[in-house]
Each structure stands twice: as C-alpha cells, then as structure tokens.
C-alpha cells in the first residue's frame, strides 16, 4: 500500500490545495498510490500540514472531479479504479489547459479550439513505428 507524502510550501504562491492536488496526482502518476490505496482523512491531513481542513477538503473534490479518487463512506477517499498514471498525467494536463485558458479569458469554446489546434498540430507516430 503506497503512503501519501505531501509538502506545503506557503512561500511558492501556489495555494496549498493545489499542492495537495498535484502531489496526490504525481504520486499516482509515479505509482507511489495505486488503485484501492486509502488517503488520509481530511482531519488527519490538515492537521499534519496545519492547514483548515476546508483547503484539503477542495484539494480532494477537485481530485474527484478529475477521476484520480473516489470517496466512499466506509472506505473514506481512495485511489480510484481503472485509473492509470497515463490519464492522471492527461487529466491534469487539461484541467491545467482549462485554468490556463480562463485566466486567459478565453471562452470555453476558445479553450476546445486551442485543444483541437494542439490535436491536429501534433505528429502521431504509425502504428507499430516507435515513438
């Protein structure tokens, strides 16, 4: 069973639920959390970071949102299933692509456009042929 490791660095800039957020995606990324590994409790972790528990609370539904975990009742907030460090890395990827675009002020339309742009720009290797 992999063991969450995370750090907050108030001096980054960079809020600590997004910290939170992309270490849980990094961690899953590398296979340090598999499918079926328990994350802390939203308590237990906020007060090991000395955060409120309301910024662990949004690092781990936008962390749902995104398909990398699952919250269950009994079985508290785990890795999900059927995901693979190939669609956390893309997932995250496009949510950063979203944040990007809209801080932009680009439309969400604009945002799809830059995405399909992105698409047809970028070279797909043949079948069999090496990356």
């Known amino acids: 069973m992999g063991e969450l490791r995370v750090e907050i660095d108030l001096r980054t800039g960079l809020a600590p639920y997004e910290q939170i957020r992309s270490q849980v995606v ?10 079926g590994d328990r994350l802390p409790t939203i308590r237990a972790l906020a007060t090991d970071l000395g955060l409120a528990p309301g ?6 539904r936008e962390l749902e949102a995104a398909g990398v975990v699952t ?6 907030t785990v890795v999900a299933d059927g995901v693979s460090p190939t669609d956390v890395a893309a997932r995250h990827a496009a949510h950063e692509l979203v944040r990007t675009g809209r801080e932009a002020g680009l439309s969400d339309d604009a945002i799809v456009d830059v995405l399909r742009g992105a698409l047809l720009g970028a070279h797909r290797p043949e079948r069999g042929a090496p990356h």
């Open 71 to 76: 919250t269950r009742r009994r079985a508290g």
């Open 26 to 35: 990094a961690h899953v990324a590398a296979g340090r959390l598999r499918v």
């Open 55 to 60: 910024t662990v609370a949004r690092a781990y």
